[in-house]
């Protein structure tokens, strides 16, 4: 299966998080930082389970990705070094984010995603 951008150019899942929602769900990819140098724009993109894309966002963020999951609801959680959640509400490809957390309360966080 060929995975592709909005501009059709194939993506190699190897440079990628890669996070699929339960029940055949939509997937989540984002550029994996450990693999691909910042500089150029990262992009957090959702597909159909059949690799059709959904939506494409860029993917600004002040820390790096410590974890990424998908909620029972089907929205998209990532939790990041700076101890910042940002949720992306599926349909609207809408972001909100907190970042009032103990240490301990973000070690628990990033285990539970």
Known sequence: MEWRDHSG????LNLFVVRGCQFGGPIA???DENKVPRTQEFFLRIFT???KLLSSVPWRVSGRLAGLGWTNDEHLVAV???AEVKVCLLRHVFFFSFANFHFCDFCLLIAAV
Do not use: A, R
């Open 9 to 12: 150019v194939e993506l190699d």
């Open 29 to 31: 990819i984002v550029e």
């Open 80 to 82: 990041l070094s700076t």
């Open 49 to 51: 389970p059949s690799g």
